[in-house]
């Protein structure tokens, strides 16, 4: 079951206050549990409490408060595995809703919020999660997150989410739930596992925490749900999967190479997409590079066309120039020839051609 992602309310409904949520975390004295508690200090959700359980001797002391909300730090005699000290933190636990968070992560503002407005809203449902981010040893995100719609089938074949994105109701301790003391490793799988024969988990999309993914945690040594404590998980739920769970484990398995084949052959189609969109960007590149080129040509045709322009222009200047003078000259003469002292001189001018004629 997934939901749309509820309208922020002030931490209450009209009818009754916000119930109680235990944030429960399992330390080994981290370096990280104070980015973990400050994380849940900034959560806006108004009713938390915080139960810290050491999971080894000597831990460093607490403060009693945790921003606004109470924190008790649970001491131990002996180290205490993950299994154990999750089940001591249920039963110290006094709220209505319950949230794991181990010491090496932590929530986003409004995680708690989200979840619990979740389960308060629909009272039947006595499970819900969120996504999740990956992140490393730096709380840098890895661009991986767990944000998967819930899935019975899936669920069975390995673990579908980290324990910080579930929140759930505490019915769920008095119909038996608990974390198996047997198992040290993928016991939270186990736990959902047991908490999805009572519950649908309700699926709220978005991420609002983050899991760290480091090698100091121990968990990640596991091969994957090809290792020993995938396997001692397998044993544990094989006798009480139901015909109709293991019909479509059956159909999952069958199909997986039909898949796989599927698969091969649309990563081989999208390879040859892939080389036709660069031979394609290959013959665009040599059009824009010729296109290029043509263009610089035109470009220096044209300054060539504006220099000869210019140059006609200007030799029509000079000849326009040249006109002008020559029909000034030619007005000039025709004034001449016509003024009153050319006419009167015109016998000496015949004289003058006469006797240069005679000498």
Sequence with gaps: MTVETPSPVAGSTADRPAPLVSVLVRSIDRAHLKDALDS??????????????AAKPGHRPLPAKCGPHSLRLVATDAVLH????????????????????????WLMPGHV?????????????????????????????????MDLPFDGVRQLAGN???????????????????????????????????????????????VSAAYRIHDSSGVHE??????????RVFEKWQSAWRPDQQGKLMQRAWATEDMGKSLQAAKEF???????LEE???????????????????????????DQAATVSRLAGQVEAHMATIAAR???????????????????????????RGA
């Excluded at 596991?222 to 396997?231: I, Q, R, S, V």
């Design 40 to 53: 849940v200090a900034l959560q806006t959700w108004p009713n938390i409490e915080v139960v810290v359980i």
């Design 82 to 105: 993950r299994s154990k000290a999750a089940n001591r933190a249920l039963d110290e636990a006094a709220g209505e809703y319950l949230l794991f968070l181990d010491d090496d992560d």
């Design 113 to 145: 919020a989200r979840l619990a407005e979740v389960l308060q809203r629909q009272p039947k449902a006595l499970a819900a999660y969120t996504g999740v981010s990956l992140v490393n040893e730096q709380g840098e995100p890895t661009g991986q997150v």
């Design 160 to 206: 579908l989410t980290p324990i910080q994105a579930v929140m759930f109701h505490r019915q769920l301790l008095a119909l038996g739930a608990r974390f198996d003391e047997q198992l040290d490793h993928y016991e939270d799988w186990d736990f959902w596992l047991q908490v999805a024969r009572h519950t649908v988990p309700v699926h709220l999309p978005g």
């Design 222 to 231: 596991e091969p994957g749900t090809g290792g020993n404590a995938a396997l």
């Design 270 to 276: 999208i390879e040859t997409l892939h080389a036709g």
């Design 280 to 306: 394609h960007q290959r013959v665009i590149r040599e059009q824009l590079a010729t296109i290029a080129q043509q263009g610089a040509t035109l470009a220096h045709q044209q300054a060539t066309l504006h």
């Design 330 to 356: 030619e007005s000039n003469i025709a004034d001449l020839m016509n003024s009153t002292s050319w006419k009167l001189t015109a016998p000496l001018r015949r004289i003058s051609r006469s006797f240069k």
